[in-house]
């Protein structure tokens, strides 16, 4: 079974502070994604890498960045933490393909930036 | 881009009744349908999908429809049990292309005994 592990279930974090959000996924899979979840707005795409180094803006990455510099591994950056990026951020990962992706999620990280 | 819209935000139902979730998408490109059900403190996971070839999928007690002309797609749950209990989310994309997949705003969905 795929697993997708992220390295904290909670944390809080300082206004400005730079956040580190580590993802490991241990079944070779090509696709990583970074998605926030918001009550009421769904999952909402961050970050996507299809490959190491590679990266591409999805609907809301204004405040965020991304570094893979492994396969198997996608982090997310905070470069300064605000208040509005208080969430739960959700790491996952698929294998491409032409019948639909199957999205293996993690666990999520609960954010709180006071 | 895509937009999918998720009603009911909340729903409850009697455990046994049936439960229907409903999304309307606006892009006619997309045809690939997931389902995710997270329960609560828990990942999403996908539980059922349907391609835009296909207009009704079933596994168990749970059903996707789709209607490609009107642009909608429901999840229908039979025979609930309180294990159904989780937050639901429905989703749009080319078949090519998770980073194009789009989520609905999700439903809360209890189970009351």
């Known amino acids: 079974d795929v697993k997708v592990t992220q390295s904290s279930r909670y944390l809080v974090k300082r206004t400005g502070e730079k956040v580190f959000l580590e993802c490991v996924q241990d079944m070779d899979h090509e696709n990583m994604f970074w998605y926030r979840q918001d009550p009421g707005l769904g999952l909402r795409l961050i970050y996507f890498s299809y490959d190491v180094k590679m990266k591409e803006k999805g609907d809301i990455p204004e405040g965020y960045s991304v570094s893979r510099e492994k396969k198997e591994r996608f982090s997310l950056i905070l470069e300064s933490a605000s208040t509005n990026q208080t969430s739960m951020y959700l790491c996952?990962?698929?294998?491409?393909?032409?019948?639909?992706?199957?999205?293996?999620f993690g666990s999520g990280t609960q954010l709180s930036v006071l | 881009g895509e937009n999918v819209e998720q009603h009911p935000s909340t729903l409850s139902v009697q455990e046994g009744d049936s439960a229907v979730i409903k999304c309307t998408y606006s892009?006619?490109?997309?045809?690939?349908f997931p389902w995710y059900k997270q329960e609560l403190g828990k990942r999403p996971q996908l539980i059922i999908d349907i391609r835009s070839n296909v207009g009704e999928k079933k596994d168990q007690r749970i059903a996707v429809t789709l209607n490609k002309t009107a642009k909608h797609f429901s999840l229908h749950i039979t025979e609930t049990q309180p294990e159904d209990s989780a937050v639901y989310f429905c989703?749009?994309?080319?078949?090519?292309?998770?980073?194009?997949?789009?989520f609905g705003q999700g439903t809360r969905l209890t189970i009351n005994p």
């Open positions: 996952a990962s698929s294998l491409p393909g032409t019948g639909g992706e199957k999205l293996f």
């Open positions: 989703a749009a994309s080319p078949l090519q292309g998770a980073q194009k997949l789009v």
């Open positions: 892009d006619s490109a997309s045809n690939y």
